[in-house]
Structure formats: C-alpha cells, structure tokens
C-alpha cells in the first residue's frame, strides 16, 4: 500500500522557475500546502532586483540552502529527492526514494542539460559569456581550440578569444547574422579596454545592410563581413586566427595515441606543427588538433522522467509545450523554465531563450495560472511575454537585449544602426523599414526605456535615419 503524501501543488525542480512558482504561489495561496521536490540540497534564489524598464529586472541569483525557502514561505516544504515518474491520470509523482506525492496542480520546472558533443574531459561546456572568465584561465596555456556550435554563445566565445588559433566548426552553411555580435565582443574583449590610452571621444557610427554576406571558409581577425574588416579591424587581434569549417559537425574526438593507431591524416595549419593533447575529426573527414574543445551546442530539456505513460508532448528543441497558460496537454500539469517549449501565438518581438530571466518570468507567470486555476480565476498573459528583454553582465560591462537583438527570424532583411564608443558604449539597433525590431545596449547607455517603448510601439523612424544614435540628438526628448 502505497503512503500517498498530498499537497495542493507540487513543483519539480528547485532551480529559478520552480523557486520563484513556490515563492510566487505562497503569495497567492500562502495557506496552500506546497512542496517543491529537487535533485541538488541547494536551491536558486533570485536576489538584489532592480526593476529597469517594464518587462526587466537585474538581478543576481544564488544558490542558497533549502532551508530559506522554508523560512520565507512556511506553508512551502522542501524535499531532497528524484522524480522518477509521474502518473497524470493518478496525479502523482513518484520518486526515487519510493515517496509518492499527490497534487492538485503539478509544474515541471526540471530544467535542461547542457549538450555535450562528448562526454570527455577535453569538451569544455559553454552556456553564457559570464563562464567565459572561468574559460579564460584555462585558455591560457592553449594554443588553438575548436570551437563547435553556432549560436550567440558560440559567436561570441569565437570573438572574445584572443591570441590563438580558433577552428570554428559550424554545421550551417555561413555563420549567422550573429556576427553582428562581433562588434559587441570586439568592444568587451579586456584586452582593447586594457590598450584604451587614447580618450574616449572617436564615436564610430555605423550603418550597414546585412543581407548579403556569403559564408567564408578561412577568415583571419574579427573580419566576418565585409564591413567589419575596415571597420572594426581592432590592433590586438594579430596573432589570432579563425579557421572556419562550415556545414560539418563533430564526429569523433580522438586521444593522440588512438590518431596514430588508425593511421589517421592530421590537417595542418601552420608549418611546424608538434602534437595535440586532443584531436577531433569533422563529419567529413577532416582531422584536427587542438588543445581542447569548447562545445556551445545548447541544452536538452530534462524530460525523459515525465513523459512515459503521459499524455505529453515536446517541441521540436525537445522541450515540453506548453499553452499562453503554461499548461501541458495533461490536466492540472503545468510547466516552466528551461524544460519547457512556448507553443503559444507569440508576440512579434519575443522568443524564448533558456536564460535566468526567462525562468524566473515563466516560474511566475505558471504561479499565477495554477493558482487561478484552481480559484477559477481569470489570467492574462503577463506583459513580459511581449518584449525579449535581457540583462547581463559580461566582463562587468551591463549588457541589455531586446526584441530581435540579433535579426532574429527576419531572415537577414534588416539594417543595422551602430554607435560604438571603444571602452565606454556599444548600442546596436536592429531596424526594418525604419522600426526598430531589436536592440543590444552595452554600457551605461540609458537608452533601455526608449527603446523598449520605440520596439513596442513600432513607430516610425525613417526621417531620423542615422541620427537615431547620433549622440548629439537626445532621442530620449523625442520619444519618452
Ligand atoms: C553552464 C551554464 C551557465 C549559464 N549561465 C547563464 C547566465 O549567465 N545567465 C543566464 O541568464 N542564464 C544562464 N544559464 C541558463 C540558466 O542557468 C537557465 O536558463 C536557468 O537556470 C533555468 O532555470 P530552471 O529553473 O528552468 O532550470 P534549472 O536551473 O536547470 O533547475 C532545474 C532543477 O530541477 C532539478 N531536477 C531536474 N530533474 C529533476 C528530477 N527528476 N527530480 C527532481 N529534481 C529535478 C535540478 O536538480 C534543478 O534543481 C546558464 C546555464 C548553464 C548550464
Ligand atoms: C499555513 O497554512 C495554514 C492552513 O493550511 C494557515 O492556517 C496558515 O496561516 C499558513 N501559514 C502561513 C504563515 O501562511
Ligand atoms: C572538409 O572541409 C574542409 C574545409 O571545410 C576541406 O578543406 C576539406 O578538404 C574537406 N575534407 C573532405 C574529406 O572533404
Ligand atoms: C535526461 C536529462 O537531461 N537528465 C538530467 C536532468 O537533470 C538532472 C539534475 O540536474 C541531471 O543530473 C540529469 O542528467
């Protein structure tokens, strides 16, 4: 006879979506019985927020002992242990310890794992530009490293790296209209912030059209685009080379003596070339060596417990769909974080990125669904759904996305505004037909708001043209 534990919710994962659904639902409910369930003692606690404009908040997040999250919301238990299965149809969950919970209102909140293109301890695994520091002391001794992945992520690491040999292996046929973002990482990169003698007046103010750059093979510097090149070709960047390999992914990565017993053909790149701790070969054949691997391939959604049994569907990227409710397609289950997938109308200028704000917007907005489902309330889908907004830090310069930031999904038809002041700002605009669809803001650039309300309201730009970021023109008296 099974002992069947009942609670009103219970949420799984206590990273940042399910912490802040447990501490969102003690708001709405604080007499409910809550129970967030998690695999690690410590949990993710979002601290020190700063509202910045109407869909962002700064904030920190730590890992904090579970006990905390019992103190601030007492009616809220946690319990240290795996979920191994969920009965829908039952509404329990099981978990390794042989517990069984009970719900009234279940959110997943498992998070994803970060793809390894290898588990081997020559794969370094890159998420976000802030564990680039941590990257960086172990990149110090490298000579050359092979990049894999060609998202922002991998762009960026691509561009920040300096003073060695980089072998970017992208499965695409060009790298993406994220080379935008070598300009953001051209003014991040410590070394040009180290050499700024010169005083900060040269303001660079750039336009550009980015629908015609043809994919390169061998590209030396930070030169991606034609424009680039004379534009941005920085003094630092001498001694780095980028080799990039495209439409191959990784096929095998080979220890030194496994190269040697199946007589495989090194490819060099230099003349006088010694051996490698490490060798990777490509889908096509190609063999390389290189110090170590740096994979920025994504993550995969922790789903596998959930969906046996259940009526559960994922998306394409492997997460759980998810409606404008959060709710999965078995009842009173609900999801939010990393694992699960939108798969709702969305709004023009947001899409989903497994990040902490995400998380955190998606553990609360699912508070308020399971909350209002149970009181038969009603719930509008919160105003952060409307606007991708992001803030970061890298290399302790802020750093804010929004809308498209990156051209996203408007298949390289858009113009590019650039102000760019080398260590003290870098603000890029994303523009179609004289709207702005995105933004990336680096620095102290004040320019959140504005442009937060220029991309929600669309409208029309043209007659300031590149005057935009002029930094002469207060734009802000035009549009707040
Ligand atoms: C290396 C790395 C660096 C990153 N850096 C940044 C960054 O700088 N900025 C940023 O915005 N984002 C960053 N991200 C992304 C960010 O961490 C995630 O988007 C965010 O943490 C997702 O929160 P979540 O609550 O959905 O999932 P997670 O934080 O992954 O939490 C999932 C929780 O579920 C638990 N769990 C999973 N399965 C079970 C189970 N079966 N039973 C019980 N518990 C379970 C786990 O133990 C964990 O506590 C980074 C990610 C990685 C991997
Ligand atoms: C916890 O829940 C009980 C009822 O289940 C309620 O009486 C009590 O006020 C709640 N405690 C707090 C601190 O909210
Ligand atoms: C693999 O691609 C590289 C360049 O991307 C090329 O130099 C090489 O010849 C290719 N190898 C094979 C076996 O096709
Ligand atoms: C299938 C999968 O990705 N499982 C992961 C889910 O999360 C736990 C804890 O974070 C990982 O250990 C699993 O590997």
């Given at each position: 006879m099974e002992d069947i534990e009942n609670y009103t919710y219970v949420i799984v994962g206590g990273g940042i979506a399910g912490v802040t659904c447990a501490e969102h639902l003690y708001i709405l409910h604080p007499e409910a019985k809550t129970v967030v369930i998690t695999a690690t003692s410590l949990i993710k606690a979002v601290t020190n927020v700063l509202p910045l404009t109407k869909t962002l908040d700064a904030f920190d997040v730590e890992e904090r002992p579970a006990e905390e999250l019992e103190n601030n919301c007492p009616n809220v238990t946690v319990v240290r242990d795996t979920v191994v299965r969920l009965h829908a149809e039952k509404q329990h969950v099981y978990t390794s310890a042989g517990r069984v919970f009970s719900y009234e209102k279940l959110c997943i909140c498992s998070g994803a794992s970060p793809k390894l293109v290898e588990n081997s301890p020559h794969v370094v695994c890159i998420r976000d530009t802030e564990s680039a520091q941590q990257f960086q002391s172990r990149i110090k001794d490298a000579k050359r490293i092979l990049i894999v992945g060609n998202g922002g992520i991998a762009t960026e690491m691509v561009y920040e790296v300096t003073g060695i040999q980089i072998i970017w292996a992208i499965k695409d046929k060009y790298t993406t209209a994220n080379f935008v973002d070598a300009g953001a990482a051209e003014f991040l990169r410590p070394e040009l912030d180290k050499e700024k003698t010169e005083s900060i007046t040269p303001v660079k103010r750039r336009k550009y059209i980015v629908d015609k750059i043809e994919g390169g093979r061998t590209v030396p510097g930070g030169a991606l685009g034609p424009d680039w090149h004379t534009g941005l070709e920085l003094k630092g960047c001498h001694q780095r080379k980028v080799f990039i390999e495209t439409e191959v992914e990784l096929k095998t990565i080979l220890e030194p003596a496994a190269v040697k017993q199946y007589g495989k053909t090194v490819t060099k790149l230099n003349s006088e070339e010694e051996d490698w701790p490490v060798y990777v070969e490509l889908t096509n054949g190609t063999v390389y060596g290189c110090d170590f691997i740096v994979s920025a391939i994504g993550v995969t959604p922790n789903v596998s417990v959930f969906l046996p049994g259940n009526k559960l569907t994922v998306g394409d990227d492997g997460g759980l769909l998810v409606d404008d409710k959060m709710r999965t397609l078995e009842k009173d289950v609900f999801a939010a974080g990393d694992v699960c997938t939108p798969n709702w109308q969305l709004a023009p200028h947001w899409f989903q990125m497994r990040l902490w704000t995400q998380a955190r917007q998606m553990g609360s907005y699912a508070a308020k669904c399971m909350w209002s489902s149970l009181a038969q309330e009603e719930v509008y889908m919160d105003?952060?759904?409307?606007l991708f907004s992001h803030a970061t830090k890298f290399f302790g310069n802020k750093v804010i996305l929004l809308g498209l930031f990156n051209g996203q999904g408007l298949d390289r038809k858009y113009e590019v505004l650039l102000r760019y002041t080398k260590g003290l700002e870098y603000i890029k605009c994303v523009m179609v037909d004289g709207r702005m669809q995105g933004a990336v803001l680096i620095g102290e650039t004040d320019m959140e708001e504005t442009f937060e309300n220029l991309i929600l309201n669309q409208m029309d730009l043209s007659e300031y043209g590149e005057d935009l970021l002029n930094p002469d023109v207060d734009i802000e008296d035009y549009f707040d």
């Open positions: 105003f952060c759904f409307e």
